[in-house]
């Protein structure tokens, strides 16, 4: 077993959809968002038990992750939160995937790939009402509906759109969101009055669900929360929600250095003292981030330890002081055990200037992710 690996905590992940599930009652469903390897924690074990928990729909962002979660059979439906190209609509009406459509061109594309091949392909429209990403305008909604709810070849399974704020109580970013549910519940409205049935409507991703479980509609899609992780440094934390993924390593090499040695490239860090050092076999190349350099500190048996010189691609250094209890092999928590004083994703996001989401999507592939309850 390679000492670096990814410690992958269901019951904890169980536990998250339970508080989603409690504070948005019991009827809105859930969508777990699986795209990105489900954030990184492996999406064909969290999708299994993510459906397991209360989820009934799953999201990815492409055609390969949605054939992907299809070849280990899994036959819930799945939604490619991501605008395809119009030669995927074929295979992803193959896999019988939910794709979105947001203007004509593409869903007259998507409905001839379905006649084509004789199937009904669900799609779900996308609608802007701020985001400023994907979707079409309000306006342009009604006609797509239209079309996609009286086709042959399609079915309108759902209509949503996106919140770009929802994880901040900031007063001009709740005005903001408030503005954005209304346009969106007034256009489904106005899709029911002409006759037509939107499926599903859902606009909460885990901000919303946060702020604003009254804005749950038929659907909602937490993805970071699930993960354990909160949207945002400004987002409400009405529950508390636990770390899914615990990265770890091991020692793998101890040494003794008198004062004034240089440790790693640049040679950026000198021992201010005699210490021991340890060596990590991880590196950015594993996900752990070169920003960490001489910022990040590491959970030893109990005990924090500071990262010190430049975080190589595969190793990095530890300085133990020259009273450490350490030995060789010995268990290394980079990020998210439970144990207090142990960094969470959080905390290298914040030295990294990034969020938690681009922290566990960056545990590269050859990390080993190993399940089980902790
Ligand atoms: C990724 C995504 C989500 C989930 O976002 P979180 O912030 O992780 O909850 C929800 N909806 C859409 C459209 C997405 O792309």
Redesign the pocket.
């Known amino acids: 077993m390679r000492a670096t690996r990814a410690s992958i905590h269901l019951d904890r992940f169980e536990r998250n959809i339970a508080k989603i599930r409690a504070h948005i009652g019991s009827s809105p469903r859930i969508l777990l ?1 699986v ?1 990105a390897d489900a ?1 990184g924690h492996g999406a064909e074990r969290m999708a299994i038990a993510g459906l397991a928990a209360g989820a009934s729909h799953l ?1 990815v ?1 492409c055609a390969d992750e949605g054939e992907a979660l299809r070849a280990c059979g899994i036959d819930a439906p799945i939604l490619i ?2 605008l395809a190209m119009p030669e995927e609509f074929r295979r992803i009406a193959e896999a019988g995937l939910e794709p979105l459509c947001a203007d004509m061109k593409s869903l007259l594309a998507l409905e001839s790939a379905a006649q084509a091949l004789g199937k009904r392909v669900v799609t779900h429209l996308k609608v802007d009402t701020g985001m400023g990403r994907i979707g079409c305008a309000p306006q342009d909604a009604l006609s797509l509906a239209e079309r996609a709810a009286r086709s042959p070849h399609l079915a309108l399974g759902g209509v ?1 759109t ?1 919140f770009p704020a929802a ?1 901040s109580e900031d007063p001009a970013d709740v005005a903001y969101t408030f503005a954005q549910f209304q346009a969106f519940t007034d256009l489904l409205e106005d899709l029911r009055r002409r006759g037509i049935d939107p499926g599903l409507a859902s606009c909460s ?3 919303g ?1 946060l702020q604003y479980p009254q804005m749950s509609l038929d659907m909602v ?5 699930s993960y354990g992780y909160y ?1 945002g440094p400004l987002a409400k934390k009405p529950f508390e929600v636990e770390p899914v993924m615990e990265f770890l390593t091991k020692v793998v090499f101890l040494k003794r250095l008198p004062a004034g040695r240089d440790i790693s490239y640049g040679r950026t860090w000198k021992t201010p003292r005699e210490t021991v050092i340890a060596t990590l076999p991880v590196g950015y190349a594993d996900g752990y981030p070169r920003a960490l350099s001489g910022g990040a500190a590491v959970l030893i048996r109990g005990k924090r330890y500071p990262v010190v010189g430049r975080v190589c691609m595969d190793q990095c250094m530890v300085d133990l002081g020259p009273e450490a209890e350490v030995e060789l092999y010995d268990d290394v928590v980079l990020f998210g055990a439970r144990e207090s004083g142990a960094p969470d994703a959080q905390d290298i996001a914040d030295i990294c200037k990034t969020i938690p ?1 681009e922290i566990t999507c960056n545990i590269n592939k050859r990390v080993p992710r190993l399940y089980g309850a902790s």
């Open positions: 968002p795209k954030y999201a962002a939160l991501s949503c996106h994880d991703n885990s901000g669900v899609r937490p993805g970071i929360l949207p989401y």
